[in-house]
């Protein structure tokens, strides 16, 4: 297992997740559903390894027939890109909009639908099909960002909205930036 990108991956996605659609549907799923926290972070487990191994996967599978040059500016240019897309703040869609449902098996299967569709093309699904180019080890860096998606979504989910008002998000958010604008540079640099 490669520490570095299980660690990378997991700082990455913790950090970039703060304040993200994802995060703001946990806290919506929890008000929602207020007796319903395992089933909801279960839900969100579920989806976000599924989602994460089919990006790591792929991000994988294009460094099989890229050069290394222009995998070393792809790689590059997604992390700046993903640094600079974490400065734009993400809100909620009404797709949780749907019947209110009492049951934990419904509960767990509306998270699962609502997240694995919502993590499609978002800014960490992104950025687990960069790290997954970058890392030869798919398991670590899908452990990484599954882990990273739980520490942030997990706590949102049982802390509920005073987790997001004591926290400034916009500091959260800089932070990542600042992260995967650095990892961008010195991808570019240093390959």
Same mark, same amino acid.
């Given at each position: ?8 991956? &997991? ?116 950025? &687990? ?15 990484? &960002? ?46």
């Amino acid at each position: 297992m490669d520490v570095s990108a299980l660690a990378l991956s &997991t700082g990455i996605v913790a950090l970039a997740e703060m304040g993200d659609k994802t995060q703001l549907l946990s806290l919506m799923l929890a008000a929602r559903y207020p007796k319903q926290a395992l089933a909801i972070i279960g839900g969100i487990f579920i989806a976000t390894i599924a989602n994460h191994a089919c990006a790591a996967f792929l991000g994988h599978w294009l460094t099989s027939f890229m050069s290394p040059d222009l995998l070393k500016w792809i790689l590059g240019l997604s992390f700046l890109g993903i640094g600079l897309w974490l400065l734009v703040p993400d809100h909620i869609d009404d797709a949780a909009e749907s019947k209110v449902a009492d049951r934990a098996l419904q509960v767990f299967l509306l998270t699962v639908g609502l997240f694995f569709l919502a993590e499609m093309g978002d800014k960490t699904q992104i950025a &687990t099909i960069a790290l997954g180019a970058k890392y030869s080890d798919v398991l670590s860096v899908t452990i990484g &960002t599954t882990l990273g998606m739980m520490l942030a979504n997990a706590p949102a989910v049982w802390i509920g909205q005073k987790f997001t008002q004591r926290m400034p998000i916009k500091w959260v958010h800089a932070v990542a930036a600042v992260t995967f604008i650095a990892i961008g540079i010195a991808t570019l640099i240093w390959g």
